[in-house]
Nanobody, 127 residues
Framework: QAQLTESGGGLVQPGGSLRLSCVAS????????LAWFRQPPGKDREFVAA????????SYGDSVKGRFTISRDNAKNTLYLQMNNLAPDDQAVYYC????????????????????WGQGTQVTVSS
């Protein structure tokens, strides 16, 4: 059974960095589009970043551009999110998601297109 498992969340001070990981198991994910979403407390889930299969293309949410970097290692079936210069507004539960649909770039931010989700990892930004 296909499964996504996130790790790397925790408590970080404003301006700090964290790297999240998401390990995919139970399938071959090299052909999948992979993404990160987040859900801040009391708010709706929002798009963070996505990467197409074989790194054919990447997309970022406006609020994280220039600070976050998404990457994937297909050999390890692992998705990463490097988060730099973290701010209190970045505090959220972060989820990785996957789909084998061939999404166009403009659809990458749509959570309805993703079929497989992880359980989430908490990121807390506080001094």
């Amino acid at each position: 059974q296909a499964q996504l498992t996130e790790s790397g969340g925790g408590l970080v001070q404003p301006g700090g960095s964290l790297r999240l990981s998401c390990v995919a198991s139970g399938g071959a994910f090299s052909g999948y589009t992979l993404a990160w979403f987040r859900q801040p407390p009391g708010k709706d889930r929002e798009f963070v970043a996505a990467v197409k299969r074989a790194n054919y293309g990447k997309s970022y949410g406006d609020s994280v551009k220039g600070r976050f970097t998404i990457s994937r290692d297909n050999a390890k079936n692992t998705l990463y999110l490097q988060m730099n210069n973290l701010a209190p507004d970045d505090q959220a539960v972060y989820y990785c998601a996957a789909t084998n649909r061939g999404l166009i770039t403009s659809s990458l931010a749509g959570d309805k297109w993703y079929d497989l989700w992880g359980q989430g990892t908490q990121v807390t930004v506080s001094s």
